[in-house]
């Protein structure tokens, strides 16, 4: 293994270059280009708190975190010498019976999801998690269709796949699951309308990240809520971006004080450093799994290494009360942005914001690669969101600190300035 640390300058260099050469060699040439040309042509070396180094020791404030996947910062040392010391004992364990580590766990999210959240079925990722929510609201009410929305994002596997709400992840794989109909976020009637006999349940996210930061009106979810209610669907709720602090309550649905029958975490439930997912249900739909216990396996599904990374996790998250940071963290830079929409106006059209998950709508497409670019020359590592390239996202980790908003802050006016001018020739 390269030992980055180990390297001197050049020698770092040359490596870099070699991997990212073999990279366009052995994984895809266009992929490294996209790259490049969005000034990310970066290879993460050492990796601490709310930033990155690269190898050639350039210091960067990562506001990409894996979408939201690194909420208690890069290698955070309690959680990583949590996995130091289950490496003493453990491995991933025999997924078909139980563990304390994952008996642990799944008691513990039932402590700290909302409501009467309280089973869990574990796995690796997200769009499995959303799978596994998906197939036990079809599995549960014996209905098939499934509601979720335009822009929404939950992952690219089978049944996440066709939740999406972008048909370019889509197309070349028709045809998808049948059963999803997607409807307008936001818009709560436009749920009721789509209603069938048949639906099963309503899928969505909080906020929706991959969409472009889209925050709904207040009254949106506990309308859907109510809705789902009358209608006896049941509503899954994605916190796969949003959940674990991120913005500024533990659980997004708590803003709206609403408690879904299904919930799915996943990202930074690993600390960024073993994956692990799980879907929280209401013990009510455990009637399915009681006839039917082994339905749904995942061999690496809540892995005994991953279930003790995940518990370290959620104590150093209330511990260190990192909503309430991220809360805090994220009105510093509204304040911040608030002077950019009136100092760039050609460039900066709208802020979305819950805390710290944040984006930037830009007043064209073109803008998000080039924005990205710039922000890179002055060390801050940012990209536009998968459904929509004029949203900037901006997803530090949680533990970031004030005068790191504010470096971010300032590499955003000069990146800015720097549009401006190039625009000015
Ligand atoms: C809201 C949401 N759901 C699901 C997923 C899929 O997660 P994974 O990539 O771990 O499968 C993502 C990933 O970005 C996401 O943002």
């Not at 309550?249 to 709206?256: A, D, I, K, N, V």
Request: glycine share 10%; aromatic share 8%; hydrophobic share 40%.
């Amino acid at each position: 293994m390269t030992v980055w640390s180990d390297l001197d300058p050049e020698s770092a260099r040359r490596v870099k270059e070699q991997a990212w050469r073999d990279y366009a060699e052995y994984v895809n040439p266009m992929k490294v280009r996209t790259l490049k040309s969005a000034g990310l042509d970066i290879m993460e070396a050492r990796r601490e708190g709310a930033a990155v180094w690269d190898v050639t020791g350039r210091r960067y404030v990562d506001c990409i975190t894996g979408a939201g996947s690194f909420n208690t910062g890069r290698r955070n040392p309690r959680i990583v010498e949590a996995l130091k010391q289950a490496l003493d004992e453990l491995d991933i364990g025999v997924f078909l019976i139980a563990s304390k580590a994952k008996a642990d766990l799944a008691k513990r999210l039932a402590e700290i999801t909302p409501g009467d959240l309280k089973w869990t079925m574990f796995g690796v990722g997200g769009g499995e998690a959303n799978d596994y929510a998906i197939k036990l609201a079809r599995g549960f009410t014996m209905k098939t269709e499934i509601i979720s929305a335009v822009k929404s994002y939950h992952g690219h596997t089978g049944f996440s796949l066709s939740a999406i709400g972008r048909e370019a992840y889509q197309k070349p794989f028709l045809p998808l699951m049948p059963g999803f109909r997607k409807v307008p976020f936001n818009d709560p009637q436009a749920i009721e309308n789509a209603i069938t006999d048949d639906t099963a349940a309503v899928l969505l996210e909080p906020v929706q990240g991959e969409g472009g930061i889209n925050v709904p009106d207040d009254v949106y979810l506990p309308a859907v809520r109510d809705i789902c209610d009358r209608h006896e669907v049941l509503l899954i709720l994605d916190e796969i971006q949003t959940g674990l602090g991120r913005t500024g309550r533990l659980w997004c649905s708590e803003h709206y004080g609403v408690v879904p029958d299904i919930m799915t975490t996943a990202k930074s439930l690993g600390g960024s450093l073993y994956p692990i997912a799980a879907t929280v249900f209401r013990e009510g739909l455990g009637d399915f799994l009681i006839a039917n216990p082994f339905i749904h396996l995942s061999t690496f599904g809540g892995s005994d290494l991953g279930a003790v990374v995940a518990l370290a996790v959620i104590d150093y998250i209330l511990e260190n009360d990192l909503p309430a940071h991220a809360a805090r963290m994220g009105e510093r830079f509204r304040a911040g942005f608030d002077t950019l929409v009136d100092r760039y106006p050609a460039i900066l059209r709208e802020v979305r914001q819950k805390g710290l998950m944040m984006g930037l709508q830009y007043t064209d497409d073109s803008l998000g690669p080039r924005m990205s670019y710039q922000l890179a020359q002055h060390g801050v590592m940012a990209i536009f969101t998968g459904n929509d390239t004029s949203v900037m996202r901006l997803m530090p980790s949680l533990v970031i600190q004030p005068e790191e908003v504010d470096e971010v802050l300032n590499a955003l006016d000069l990146a800015m300035a720097g549009i401006m001018r190039q625009e000015e020739k």
